[in-house]
């Protein structure tokens, strides 16, 4: 079974510019979550999608971002514009369907995209 | 607030044991998450603990105590692949996995 993906693994960007961060869950699995870690600080949540619809999203930051999952499937999470600030690593987890931590054997993370914005 | 602590670094020698403990304090408690991580790789599931107590798994164990707001991950006979970061994690609610991390413990394992 293939795992979570997450393209691109390395991004560098200007400060200004536009990029956009893919995820791709595990096949089957309706929740898909969003993670950033900025240097030197822990992993904090950004938000929470069950199938298409945004389950919760307190943790997004502001409203340079963007994230959408078109047909319950993958994911995309766009900066724009990006600020310095928003360098880091961004994480992507899916789990199985199931509203309980109980059910679940936890999520599954992505490798993580590294953003970098000079 | 949310708040995790975990111990920045720890140093073991192969065949050791080590544990490596965690203290939260969250808004809601759904169970507490361990995961291992390896520079440059994905977080990857070791243990879940909602009721008090041990879950023994391999060489890996977790303890939990919610009364306490504390648990701990015991690695027995320690190989240099454990070397990684352990992030402890808090679920906060039932509908979701609204997790709150630690700050990580990196685990050096030495010959």
């Known amino acids: 079974e293939a795992g979570v993906t997450q393209f691109p693994s390395h991004s560098v960007i200007e400060k200004g510019q536009t990029v956009t961060l893919r995820c791709d869950p595990i096949?089957?699995?309706?929740?898909l979550y969003w993670y950033r870690r900025v240097m030197g600080k822990e992993i904090k949540f950004l938000l929470h999608?069950?199938?298409?619809?945004?389950?919760?999203e307190s943790g997004m930051p502001n409203n340079r971002f963007l994230a959408e999952r078109t047909g319950g499937t993958y994911s995309t999470l766009k900066v724009q514009p990006a600020e310095l600030e928003d360098s880091g690593v961004y994480f992507c987890?899916?789990?199985?369907?199931?509203?309980?931590?109980?059910?679940?054997?936890?999520?599954?993370f992505g490798p993580g995209t590294r953003l970098t914005v000079t | 607030g949310q708040n995790i602590d975990q111990p920045t670094e720890m140093t073991a020698t192969e065949g050791a044991i080590v544990q490596i403990n965690c203290t939260y304090q969250?808004?809601?408690?759904?169970?507490l998450f361990w995961y291992q991580q390896h520079a440059g790789e994905a977080p990857t599931f070791l243990s879940y603990?909602?009721?008090?107590g041990l879950e023994e798994k391999g060489r890996f164990s977790s303890f939990l105590s919610r009364s306490k707001g504390y648990s701990y991950l015991l690695l027995k006979e320690l190989q240099m692949k454990d070397s990684a970061s352990y992030l402890c994690?808090?679920?906060?609610?039932?509908?979701?996995?609204?997790?709150?991390f630690g700050p990580g413990t990196r685990l050096s394992v030495l010959p």
């Open positions: 987890a899916s789990s199985q369907e199931g509203g309980t931590s109980g059910n679940l054997l936890g999520q599954y």
């Open positions: 999608f069950v199938k298409e619809s945004k389950q919760d």
């Open positions: 994690a808090v679920s906060r609610d039932n509908y979701g996995q609204n997790f709150v």
């Open positions: 603990n909602v009721l008090d």
């Open positions: 969250t808004s809601g408690f759904n169970g």
């Open positions: 096949s089957g699995h309706d929740n």
